[in-house]
């Protein structure tokens, strides 16, 4: 399980670079991140229509396959995440005993 992270950012707007010190977390989410990360995926991802709490129902039985960014207890990004039935051969040959795949990712444009 990945514990919380600082990052140190290093940002170039047009032709200055600013460096800075940012409190930006990366964390397991919790139930009360649900309506911030269904928002930024309606803002930075295209589906046929809008996507809804239910659309990460799995994440309430495997927390750990969504993780959520957030600066300051403000959720600026998430990665929803779920694993995969792989044979044991292909796993043998990976040297691997799960495999994870990546369904959604959105960061506000802010962060990116």
């Known amino acids: 399980m990945l514990k919380h992270s600082y990052v140190h950012v290093l ?3 047009r ?4 460096i800075g010190v940012s ?3 990366i964390r397991p989410f919790v139930p009360q991140d649900i309506k911030h990360i269904v928002s930024l995926a309606n803002r930075y991802a ?3 229509s809008d996507v809804s709490e239910a659309d ?3 994440a309430w039985s495997f ?4 993780l959520v960014a957030d600066d300051e207890e403000k959720v600026i990004g998430f990665v929803f995440a779920y694993l ?3 044979p044991g051969e292909i796993l043998n ?3 691997a005993s799960k495999v994870a795949q990546v369904e959604l990712l959105a960061v506000d444009s802010s962060w990116r």
Do not use: I, N
């Not at 927390?63 to 969504?66: A, F, Q, S, T, V």
């Open 56 to 58: 990460f129902q799995p």
């Open 15 to 18: 032709d200055t670079t600013v």
């Open 93 to 95: 040959r990976w040297g």
């Open 11 to 13: 940002s170039k707007y």
């Open 23 to 25: 409190t930006m977390k």
């Open 63 to 66: 927390p750990g396959g969504l």
């Open 84 to 86: 995969r039935e792989v």
């Open 46 to 48: 295209a589906f046929d």
